[in-house]
C-alpha cells in the first residue's frame, strides 16, 4: 500500500473482496486514515466490514445500482479476490489518475484498454515486498496494533478446515497448531 502512495490521509480506497487479505486491507487503509469502502458479493459480510473492521461503506457488488453511484469516487482499489471478476466494473470507479493494484490471483485479466487509457487510470500487481518493506510494515502492524482475525484448530482439524475454506467459511484466516497438536 506504502508502494502505490495508499497512506495518504483523506484519500478513497474500495477493498474488493473481504476474505484474509481483504479485511487486512481495511485495518491498514483505516490505519493510514483512508476512507475505507468494502465491495463484496456477500451481504453477511456487512455487519462485520463496518463494525468489526471499521469501514466506512459497505457495497454489494451486484446491486448495479449502488455500483453506479460509486463511478468515479475512488483513488485507490484494491483487489483481493482469485475468482474471475470485471475489471472494467471496477476501474470505472477509479477516479482520474485512480490506481488499482491486485493482489489476489483471478485466472485471467481481462479488460478493455479504454478503461486504464480514460482518466490515466494504474493497473499494479503485488504478492509481497522485500526484506525492509516487510519489516517497515511489521513495525506499523505493532504501532497501529493491526494483526490478522484468526481461527486457530488442530492439525487433526485440517481436512475440515480447507473444506470450510472452500465454502468460504472462515474468519479470516485457519492457522494450524501443529506444536500442540502433537502433544
Known sequence: MVRHKMNQPGKSLGVVGLGGLGHLAVKFGKAFGLNVIVFS?????????LN???????IVSS????MTGMVKS???IIGTVSPNHS??????????AGTFVLVG???????????????????SGSATGGMKETQEMLDFCAAHKIHPNI????IQYANEALERLIKSDVKYRFVVDI????K
Do not use: H, R
Open 41 to 49: 458479493t456477500s451481504i453477511s459480510k456487512k455487519e462485520e466490514a
Open 52 to 58: 468489526l473492521l471499521g469501514a466506512d461503506k459497505f
Open 63 to 66: 446491486d448495479e445500482q449502488e
Open 74 to 76: 475512488l483513488d485507490f
Open 87 to 96: 475489471f472494467d466494473l471496477y476501474l470505472s470507479l477509479l477516479k482520474t
Open 105 to 123: 490471483c483471478p485466472n485471467e485479466v481481462k479488460l478493455n484498454p479504454l478503461s486504464i487509457l480514460v482518466g490515466m487510470k494504474t493497473i
Open 151 to 154: 481461527e486457530v484448530v488442530p
Open 179 to 182: 506444536e500442540n497438536s502433537l
